[in-house]
């Protein structure tokens, strides 16, 4: 079963999806629960819904919102820790994601491919501007089953491998990106400046 995923990047759209998609079987997954705006729309059919938010203030105000609700559970935890996501959330049929629409794509992109490839929902939902604005120029999309190389697409990291992606590789490269460009400006500068 392949998912079927919808890119947006207003709250307005995201929300209409959050009306129209759930059945009355569905059990959803609200990534970045915020206030419980979508996380209401959503109850509003789904059999289930899990909120996840890291943030402190914004829980207490899911659970003083949603304290009647038995079919809305929100949990106070970070998005990144998939696997103990998953073993509170074993299985869910439709994944709503929304880490700030101006979160960087790349960040939008590693974290959302890890929740689509651990649980596979039917239906996907993920608001990020930059990304939406990118797919919207999209002509083809060649899709990579075809070639064994790019199963490990479809994996899903180790634990430690996730905090080391966090950790360390971007940061990596960027130091490298960093130190390169700032040796070019040197070099342009000294130059400016002896002509
Ligand atoms: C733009 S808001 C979501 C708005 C929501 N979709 C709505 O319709 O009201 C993004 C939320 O994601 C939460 N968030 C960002 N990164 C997170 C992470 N790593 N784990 C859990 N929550 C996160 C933020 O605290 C914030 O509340």
Known sequence: LESKTHFVSTTHCFRR???????????VLEIGSSFGH???ILAKRAKEVHGIE???VMIDAL????SNNSH???HWHDARDIYGIKEIIPKIDLLFFDIGGDAPAHIAVYLSQLYINTYRPRVVVVRNISLAAMLQEVVLTEYPNADRR???????PSQEQIIEHYRDQAKRSDRKFIEREDKR???????????
Do not use: I
């Open 38 to 40: 979508t996380t209401e």
């Open 63 to 66: 659970n003083t919102r949603f």
């Open 185 to 195: 400006r040197k070099k342009s500068l000294d130059l400016d400046r002896s002509l």
């Open 72 to 74: 809305v559970v929100v």
């Open 17 to 27: 999806l959050a009306k129209t998609l759930p059945l009355r079987t569905d059990t």
């Open 150 to 156: 790019y199963h490990k697409y479809r994996n899903v």
């Open 54 to 56: 890291h943030s402190k």
